[in-house]
C-alpha cells in the first residue's frame, strides 16, 4: 500500500461511510501508537462499546490523546 502523503479522508467516515476510510485509517492507527504508546490506543477502542455519536467519540478521542481528531491534528502529529 502506497504511504500517504497527508491525511484528508478518513475522519469523513461518521458523514459519508464507504471504503475510503481504509485507504488512511491504518496509517492513522500507526501514527498514534507511534507518538503516544499502545495504551492509549487500548482505552480508545474500550471506550468504542459506549460511543453513540461522531460527537462522543470525538470527545472520547480528545480527552484520551488531548487534541481533537481533526486532520490539521492529525497532520501536524506527522511534523
Known amino acids: 500500500m502506497k504511504k500517504i502523503i497527508e491525511f484528508s479522508n ?3 467516515f461518521y458523514d459519508k461511510g464507504g471504503s475510503g476510510v481504509y ?3 491504518g496509517f492513522a ?9 499502545k495504551q492509549k490506543l ?10 453513540k ?4 467519540f ?5 480527552n484520551i490523546y488531548g487534541f481533537e ?3 490539521n491534528g492529525f ?3 506527522r511534523g
Not at 53 to 56: G, K, P, R, V
Open 10 to 12: 478518513f475522519l469523513d
Open 23 to 25: 485507504n488512511e485509517s
Open 29 to 37: 492507527v500507526q501514527l498514534l501508537v507511534e507518538k503516544f504508546g
Open 42 to 51: 487500548f482505552e480508545l477502542i474500550k471506550n468504542l462499546k459506549s460511543v
Open 53 to 56: 455519536s461522531a460527537d462522543e
Open 58 to 62: 470525538n470527545a472520547s478521542f480528545k
Open 69 to 71: 481528531a481533526t486532520y
Open 75 to 77: 497532520n501536524s502529529l
